[in-house]
């Protein structure tokens, strides 16, 4: 009977602790909370990831200012260390939901949109050291007071070693993300300056078309982009792709034209004219449809388009969000809406209806057949494309024209952020915050008082 | 057996069907929430049709699952 028990209490006790574990993978870290900032930051136009570190910093600070108020107003003989510790469980919730609503509320609309390739002078790499040496500080800070002045995890040795271990390890792991992160931008900032003018090869590029989602992710510090560039000789055989105006710098890899709303598809045209091969990479945007009627529309030779799949991590963090139960499903509804839509807007038949796999490409015939697909990883990717449109290699492309007819549908304005918006945002963030801790004492107060 | 043993077992068999119930549903609610980003309207209304189905599903099993440990136990 007791071993029923035991059974029954170790299946709730791993319930709620996949409960936690999903509720902290949301919420939990710190690095998680810049990053729900930030993306309040991007709904409303601002682009540069230190505003939404900068919140994260003071917000640290303010936690901390908070443990340390319900110690003195709450911590009594009647408290057990369970509610203490709820009590602190209550508190980060409480306060992250504040910040997050007040900013909403609070932050203005901004138009930032802006022309990236410009010589940006921020040392990424001491930011990110700075925050990740700010991020050890403020656990530790948090350790002493929950160990030393709270009296936490005082019960068994076991206990204490565990809460230890726990805290070292997530905050190793913690630092470690916010430096690498930071420091990504310092490792992409002088890529963003790479024009085509600059080129010295007369090989006709390679036009990348793709969801600008496909481009977000990244695994091992590389975008998909990167990835599969990273091996390749760009500097001989040209890769160029269009790029998501709202990034804050423009990625590595293929060269990024950083085309208007209004003459993205006048910068595709363009490209569409002079380029050795086009790559059209499974995805599922309006713009993605555009291009592939554009290949009709321009009588594209059949033998210089391929349609492919990328590596299956980058596949899976576009398109399936972390859902582990909606893995299969999602790669063969977007792979599926895919075909569809090269056999409506491209004319492309032929293609499988499931899910063929990562890294395959597909090439077609004269009557745009698909042909047996073929599946090259890494460098082998680009080289097979490479291998396939010898016939249409030519050394006529002229960078320095092609440059000047893309710069037309570039985007101009190259300043960041004006200083009246600037001071906008300021005054927003300090609003905000001093709203988020007044309400949270407010709360915290009224709870002391129902308390009593 | 005592039946104060008999109303443990059934409070925690209770509870431990109650969650199971909470998880399939905000797994079902995040694949809702996942395919309605993707713009899928025929997957959206196979998991509001699995979602639906569920109700009655599970009302069968609490009932089958009390029968039966009245039964057994």
Same mark, same amino acid.
């Given at each position: 009977?007791?071993?029923?028990?035991?059974?029954?209490?170790?299946?709730?006790?791993?319930?709620?602790?996949?409960?936690?574990?999903?509720?902290?993978?949301?919420?939990?870290?710190?690095?998680?909370?810049?990053?729900?900032?930030?993306?309040?930051?991007?709904?409303?136009?601002?682009?540069?990831?230190?505003?939404?570190?900068?919140?994260?910093?003071?917000?640290?600070?303010?936690?901390?200012?908070?443990?340390?108020?319900?110690?003195?107003?709450?911590y009594n003989d009647y408290w057990t260390d369970s509610d203490f510790g709820i009590?602190?469980?209550?508190?980060?919730?409480?306060?992250?939901?504040?910040?997050?609503?007040?900013?909403?509320?609070?932050?203005?609309?901004?138009?930032?949109?802006?022309?990236?390739?410009?010589?940006?002078?921020?040392?990424?790499?001491?930011?990110?050291?700075?925050?990740?040496?700010?991020?050890?500080?403020?656990?530790?800070?948090?350790?002493?007071?929950?160990?030393?002045?709270?009296?936490?995890?005082?019960?068994?040795?076991?206990?204490?070693?565990?809460?230890?271990?726990?805290?070292?390890?997530?905050?190793?792991?913690?630092?470690?993300?916010?430096?690498?992160?930071?420091?990504?931008?310092?490792?992409?900032?002088?890529?963003?300056?790479?024009?085509?003018?600059?080129?010295?090869?007369?090989?006709?590029?390679?036009?990348?078309?793709?969801?600008?989602?496909?481009?977000?992710?990244?695994?091992?510090?590389?975008?998909?982009?990167?990835?599969?560039?990273?091996?390749?000789?760009?500097?001989?055989?040209?890769?160029?792709?269009?790029?998501?105006?709202?990034?804050?710098?423009?990625?590595?890899?293929?060269?990024?034209?950083?085309?208007?709303?209004?003459?993205?598809?006048?910068?595709?045209?363009?490209?569409?004219?002079?380029?050795?091969?086009?790559?059209?990479?499974?995805?599922?945007?309006?713009?993605?449809?555009?291009?592939?009627?554009?290949?009709?529309?321009?009588?594209?030779?059949?033998?210089?388009?391929?349609?492919?799949?990328?590596?299956?991590?980058?596949?899976?963090?576009?398109?399936?969000?972390?859902?582990?139960?909606?893995?299969?499903?999602?790669?063969?509804?977007?792979?599926?809406?895919?075909?569809?839509?090269?056999?409506?807007?491209?004319?492309?038949?032929?293609?499988?209806?499931?899910?063929?796999?990562?890294?395959?490409?597909?090439?077609?015939?004269?009557?745009?057949?698909?042909?047996?697909?073929?599946?090259?990883?890494?460098?082998?990717?680009?080289?097979?494309?490479?291998?396939?449109?010898?016939?249409?290699?030519?050394?006529?492309?002229?960078?320095?024209?092609?440059?000047?007819?893309?710069?037309?549908?570039?985007?101009?304005?190259?300043?960041?952020?004006?200083?009246?918006?600037?001071?906008?945002?300021?005054?927003?963030?300090?609003?905000?915050?001093?709203?988020?801790?007044?309400?949270?004492?407010?709360?915290?107060?009224?709870?002391?008082?129902?308390?009593? | 057996?005592?039946?104060?043993?008999?109303?443990?077992?059934?409070?925690?068999?209770?509870?431990?069907?109650?969650? /199971?119930?909470? @998880?399939?549903? &905000?797994?079902? =609610?995040?694949?809702?929430?996942?395919?309605?980003?993707?713009?899928?309207?025929?997957?959206?209304?196979?998991?509001?049709?699995?979602? /639906?189905?569920? @109700?009655?599903? &599970?009302?069968? =099993?609490?009932?089958?699952?009390?029968?039966?440990?009245?039964?057994?136990?």
């Amino acid at each position: 009977m007791d071993e029923f028990y035991h059974l029954i209490d170790w299946a709730l006790c791993l319930s709620g602790l996949i409960g936690l574990w999903f509720f902290f993978s949301r919420t939990g870290g710190p690095l998680n909370k810049a990053q729900a900032y930030m993306s309040v930051f991007r709904e409303k136009g601002i682009y540069n990831p230190s505003y939404g570190l900068a919140i994260a910093f003071v917000y640290a600070l303010l936690d901390i200012a908070l443990s340390i108020v319900i110690y003195v107003w709450f911590y009594n003989d009647y408290w057990t260390d369970s509610d203490f510790g709820i009590a602190h469980l209550g508190r980060v919730i409480l306060l992250y939901t504040i910040v997050l609503v007040s900013l909403h509320v609070f932050l203005p609309k901004i138009d930032n949109r802006h022309l990236r390739k410009t010589i940006n002078t921020v040392d990424y790499h001491k930011m990110g050291l700075s925050m990740a040496a700010f991020v050890v500080v403020c656990v530790a800070v948090e350790y002493w007071l929950k160990r030393f002045v709270y009296g936490m995890w005082y019960g068994e040795e076991s206990e204490s070693i565990l809460a230890t271990v726990a805290v070292v390890a997530s905050t190793a792991w913690i630092a470690s993300s916010v430096y690498t992160s930071l420091n990504r931008y310092e490792s992409i900032k002088n890529a963003s300056e790479r024009t085509l003018g600059a080129l010295k090869t007369r090989h006709a590029p390679i036009v990348f078309l793709r969801s600008f989602v496909l481009d977000k992710p990244q695994r091992k510090g590389m975008t998909f982009d990167e990835y599969i560039c990273s091996t390749f000789a760009l500097n001989s055989q040209p890769i160029v792709s269009l790029s998501d105006p709202d990034d804050f710098l423009p990625t590595g890899g293929s060269i990024k034209i950083q085309s208007t709303d209004e003459e993205w598809e006048s910068a595709i045209n363009t490209l569409l004219m002079e380029c050795r091969a086009v790559v059209i990479f499974e995805g599922k945007t309006v713009s993605l449809k555009t291009e592939m009627a554009k290949i009709q529309r321009f009588h594209i030779p059949h033998d210089k388009v391929f349609v492919a799949t990328p590596p299956q991590n980058y596949r899976l963090a576009a398109w399936n969000d972390g859902k582990i139960t909606e893995r299969k499903y999602t790669l063969n509804y977007i792979w599926n809406d895919f075909v569809k839509a090269l056999d409506t807007y491209g004319g492309m038949h032929g293609l499988p209806e499931t899910d063929p796999g990562e890294c395959m490409i597909f090439s077609f015939d004269k009557h745009w057949n698909c042909k047996a697909p073929v599946k090259k990883t890494g460098k082998d990717f680009l080289g097979y494309v490479v291998d396939q449109t010898v016939v249409h290699e030519n050394d006529k492309c002229d960078y320095i024209s092609l440059a000047e007819k893309l710069n037309r549908f570039e985007l101009q304005h190259t300043q960041v952020l004006s200083k009246s918006d600037e001071k906008r945002i300021e005054k927003a963030i300090i609003k905000a915050l001093i709203m988020s801790a007044l309400m949270s004492l407010a709360v915290i107060l009224l709870i002391k008082l129902l308390v009593k | 057996m005592t039946p104060t043993d008999f109303q443990t077992i059934e409070e925690s068999l209770g509870s431990l069907f109650f969650i /199971l119930v909470l @998880i399939y549903y &905000f797994t079902q =609610l995040g694949r809702l929430r996942h395919r309605k980003k993707l713009d899928d309207t025929d997957g959206v209304k196979k998991v509001k049709k699995q979602m /639906l189905w569920g @109700i009655p599903v &599970f009302i069968v =099993l609490f009932f089958a699952m009390v029968l039966s440990s009245s039964l057994l136990l």
